[in-house]
């Protein structure tokens, strides 16, 4: 994502959190500093790419990232997240006269050098708009969802499908077995027929089920407790997509 940027014509800080680090961002051709306030210094967009909730708040909210933003910047956070956490720095943020928008990924890294990554992105018009050529750098498509926090629910919901995909085709696989197909054989042929997906071509390219989620599952897992934990705090469950999920997360 940085290279992109970078390519496209911005000046790019980028956190390096160690020597190693800093120096591979520094070899992209953007400039590396140690600390958070440092990235956020006369900057026009601030981009916050981690990996857990738990971190986007650490770095949003308790590092004096927003204190060091300069009014009329934007924050976009882009690790999916609760949609919670985006609400509260959106709010922290406005008396500091920075704007914010969430636009989890959703792609690998691969997209990204390609600028392929989805993006489904919450804010205001006016926000989104004015980030649409810092986001397109990597992104394509970048789907405006909805205000602030919406781009979070999206994501959620396609990760809990994702992994419930990733359950059926766990079962699928068993009952090929059982039927003395071999897995990558069925996954290949299934790409040719009416059970055919996006999440099945990923898998057949890793030529089982079991060795694609082992691949995925900490990512997919983190996202789907947030998931959960929503909506038990709406009063329900994840529903019918519950068991096929738990049997993708056993894997």
Same mark, same amino acid.
């Given at each position: 994502? /940085?290279?992109?940027?970078?390519?496209?014509? @911005?000046?790019?800080?980028?956190?390096?959190?160690?020597?190693?680090?800093?120096?591979?961002? =520094?070899?992209?051709?953007?400039?590396?500093?140690?600390?958070?306030?440092? $990235?956020?210094?006369?900057?026009?967009?601030?981009?916050?790419?981690?990996? !857990?909730?738990?971190?986007?708040?650490?770095?949003?909210?308790?590092?004096?990232?927003? !204190?060091?933003?300069? #009014?009329?910047?934007?924050?976009?956070? @882009?690790?999916?997240?609760?949609?919670?956490?985006?609400?509260?720095?959106?709010?922290?943020?406005?008396? @500091? *006269?920075?704007?914010?928008?969430?636009?989890?990924?959703?792609? #690998?890294?691969?997209?990204?050098?390609?600028?392929?990554?989805?993006?489904?992105?919450?804010?205001?018009?006016?926000?989104?708009?004015? %980030?649409?050529?810092?986001?397109?750098?990597?992104?394509?498509?970048?789907?405006?969802?909805?205000? !602030?926090?919406?781009?979070?629910? /999206?994501?959620?919901?396609?990760?809990?499908?994702?992994?419930?995909?990733?359950?059926?085709?766990?079962?699928?696989?068993?009952?090929?077995?059982?039927?003395?197909?071999?897995?990558?054989?069925?996954?290949?042929?299934?790409? @040719? *027929? #009416? =059970?055919? #997906?996006?999440?099945?071509?990923? $898998?057949?390219?890793?030529?089982?089920?079991?060795?694609?989620?082992?691949?995925?599952?900490?990512? /997919?897992?983190?996202?789907?407790?947030? =998931?959960?934990?929503?909506?038990?705090?709406?009063?329900?469950?994840?529903? %019918?997509?519950?068991?096929?999920?738990?049997?993708?997360?056993?894997?």
């Amino acid at each position: 994502m /940085v290279a992109r940027l970078i390519e496209a014509g @911005h000046d790019v800080r980028a956190l390096g959190r160690s020597a190693e680090k800093r120096a591979g961002v =520094a070899g992209l051709g953007a400039t590396a500093v140690a600390d958070v306030c440092a $990235v956020a210094a006369a900057a026009d967009v601030v981009a916050v790419c981690v990996f !857990t909730d738990d971190q986007v708040r650490q770095v949003c909210l308790d590092s004096g990232l927003l !204190t060091a933003m300069t #009014s009329g910047s934007a924050l976009v956070v @882009h690790t999916t997240a609760s949609p919670a956490t985006v609400e509260a720095i959106a709010a922290r943020a406005a008396a @500091h *006269g920075v704007a914010v928008a969430d636009a989890p990924v959703s792609g #690998s890294p691969l997209d990204a050098a390609a600028g392929k990554l989805t993006l489904f992105v919450g804010g205001d018009d006016e926000t989104v708009a004015r %980030l649409q050529p810092t986001l397109g750098c990597y992104g394509d498509p970048v789907v405006h969802v909805g205000p !602030t926090g919406a781009g979070q629910k /999206v994501k959620l919901v396609n990760n809990a499908l994702f992994a419930a995909q990733l359950g059926l085709l766990a079962a699928g696989a068993q009952l090929g077995k059982r039927l003395g197909v071999p897995e990558p054989t069925l996954l290949a042929a299934l790409s @040719h *027929g #009416s =059970a055919a #997906s996006r999440v099945l071509n990923m $898998v057949a390219a890793h030529g089982s089920v079991a060795s694609f989620i082992a691949t995925v599952r900490e990512f /997919v897992g983190k996202d789907v407790a947030v =998931a959960r934990t929503i909506a038990s705090e709406l009063g329900s469950g994840l529903g %019918l997509l519950d068991a096929v999920i738990e049997a993708a997360m056993k894997g």
